[in-house]
């Protein structure tokens, strides 16, 4: 009888969900930083690299849309 082994381990590591606290205080940064965002004039929206449009864009996505890497 040949015994084979497993290289997985026992408990797959899952990655934590965020708590409701936590999801909250991350959508009032996104809304801090997205209402500075609109206030920017043309000169600090061409040293970021963002049109108008693209300013305006971002700065209108709702509040709970945060970016993936916030949610680590």
Known sequence: MTMT????PAHTARK???????MIKLALKARKQRRALRRLDSVALADLGLTRKQAKQEANR???????????
């Open 5 to 8: 082994t497993c290289n997985t």
């Open 16 to 22: 934590p969900q965020p708590t409701t606290f936590h």
């Open 62 to 72: 709702p509040i709970w849309d945060v970016p993936p890497n916030w949610l680590r």
